[in-house]
């Protein structure tokens, strides 16, 4: 089956620049997930969806950072305005639904570089 | 709070040397376990899981891991590590009364000499 696909691979922006992120994942997977890995440090979760609906955004820094899933199939994340720190990994990940006990396939995530 | 850690930064073995890798965590419910690979230049991936039953897994490329409930620990083994098994390991809590996010632990990045 075709994994969790993301785009770009790779960008580069300047402080206070705005910068948005692609994720497709697997087909039926209805959880999807948003994580940013700092380089040392394993993944830390932003936001979670089950379908459309969020289910988890506690750690997701809303002054800055929003996300969507608005037809419960792809997601964007986006960052406005972007900061020195926000330089990490964003992996999207998906799953089949809540309450299953599957694991979590990963894209290949987007290195985002901001000087 | 759940939270997941690892005992080592860095790892580094000869080639056929034996593995084993700390994690511990933190949650006193139903959990999933699991650890993930990262090799140079990839995207993180499944090596095994823990549901239930037999706490003795076993997983790709000849890596296994024990549940011990009682320590809350999930440690990973490889009796003959390989220099292509170089990569970064992760473990992962999946604790179901937390809406089933994963908690991932910082890493052991694993060096494999040939």
């Known amino acids: 089956e075709a994994g969790v696909a993301q785009s770009p691979r790779y960008k580069i922006i300047e402080k206070r620049q705005s910068v948005a992120f692609w994720c497709n994942p697997i087909?039926?997977?209805?959880?999807l997930y948003w994580y940013q890995q700092i380089l040392g440090q394993g993944p830390k979760l932003l936001i979670q969806?089950?379908?459309?609906?969020?289910?988890?955004d506690s750690q997701l820094p809303k002054d800055r950072f929003s996300a969507e899933r608005l037809k419960g199939v792809d997601s964007t994340l986006k960052i406005q305005p972007a900061k020195l720190e926000d330089s990490a990994v964003y992996l999207c990940?998906?799953?089949?639904?809540?309450?299953?006990?599957?694991?979590?396939?990963f894209g290949q995530g987007t290195r985002l570089t901001v000087v | 709070a759940q939270s997941v850690s690892q005992h080592n930064h860095h790892v580094i073995l000869s080639e056929a040397a034996s593995l084993e890798l700390g994690c511990n965590y933190s949650?006193?419910?139903?959990?999933?376990l699991f650890w993930y690979v990262q090799y140079p230049g990839q995207h993180l991936q499944l090596l095994l899981k823990?549901?239930?039953?037999?706490?003795l897994v076993k997983g790709i490329k000849g890596f296994e891991a024990e549940f011990i409930k009682s320590k809350f620990s999930f440690n990973l083994r490889k009796p003959s590590v390989q220099w292509s098994d170089t990569a970064e390991y992760f473990c992962?809590?999946?604790?179901?009364?937390?809406?089933?996010?994963?908690?991932f632990g910082p890493g052991t990045r694993l060096s494999v000499l040939p």
């Open positions: 823990y549901f239930s039953g037999d706490p």
């Open positions: 969806f089950q379908n459309n609906g969020v289910v988890d």
């Open positions: 990940a998906s799953k089949t639904p809540q309450g299953s006990n599957t694991e979590a396939f």
């Open positions: 087909s039926g997977h209805a959880t």
């Open positions: 992962a809590v999946n604790a179901r009364n937390y809406g089933q996010n994963f908690v």
């Open positions: 949650y006193g419910g139903t959990v999933n």
